[in-house]
């Protein structure tokens, strides 16, 4: 299995609702990134936090990070139809800062 | 300052053709990342470069493919003889020279779609 498994695989909620996202991984990092993907296009960071940070923000997103569990959580708050998207988080490893991807998150999210 | 640029967007072959793909990194980025995206799946590493030197090619497969990061111009990704299997987006991401492991973000580009008839 993969370094960075997300979960659910898909999920859908209303406008307005929030959405939670989870990643589990296997071995130590040093920092844990959340992506955006809409379909067919690139990739858009949304947050990154390091080895040594349990909690961060950014606008409607909170990140959560648990070395001991080795899982990451992203929180949407206040969902809006725009975050319609593939969401996949990315463990940084090694010297080289390689990144390993999950299969991603589709979420929807309905008017 | 323009993000990671990445060219061409779509690029068809049929099998047995090459295909380059370019990767322009953002100025005063000099470390250069490639991915694969398979359908549906999340990215594959495949090989990280500095200026003229390959770093990590953990994730390139051993025939067919390589990789370059001139001293001056853009990073190339090329694959020779392709085959259908090789349909996917390879994506490119760059970050800063410098800096401790666990602090750089790597920016990405828009990404090449290849399709391989």
């Known amino acids: 299995s993969q370094q960075g498994e997300e979960d659910p695989q898909a999920l859908s909620i209303q406008e307005g609702e929030n959405a939670t996202m989870n990643c589990s991984y296997k071995t130590s990092i040093n920092n844990l990134q959340w992506y955006r993907q809409n379909s067919g296009r690139g990739l858009v960071h949304l947050i990154l936090i390091r080895s040594n940070e349990r909690e961060k923000h950014s606008g409607r997103l909170r990140v959560t990070l648990d070395t001991s569990k080795k899982s990451s959580s992203l929180l949407i708050t206040a969902s809006r139809a725009a975050d319609t998207a593939s969401y996949f988080c990315a463990t940084e490893t090694g010297a080289n800062s390689k990144l390993t991807f999950g299969k991603g998150i589709t979420l929807s999210v309905r008017p | 300052n323009a993000g990671v640029m990445q060219n061409p967007r779509h690029l068809v072959r049929r099998r047995g053709q090459e295909a380059r793909l370019r990767c322009s990194p953002m100025?005063?980025?000099?470390?250069v990342y490639w991915y694969r995206q398979l359908p549906e799946e999340g990215l594959k590493f495949m090989v990280y470069?500095?200026?003229?030197?390959?770093?990590?090619e953990s994730g390139m497969p051993k025939e067919r493919f390589s990789a370059e990061f001139p001293k001056e111009g853009p990073s190339i990704l090329r694959i020779q003889q392709v085959v259908r299997g090789d349909s996917a987006a390879y994506f490119c991401?760059?970050?800063?020279?410098?800096?401790?492991?666990?602090?750089?973000?790597?920016?990405f580009g828009p990404g090449t779609r290849l399709t391989v008839l």
């Open positions: 991401a760059s970050s800063p020279p410098g800096g401790l492991a666990g602090l750089n973000e790597q920016f």
């Open positions: 100025k005063g980025h000099s470390h």
């Open positions: 470069l500095q200026k003229e030197n390959i770093i990590d």
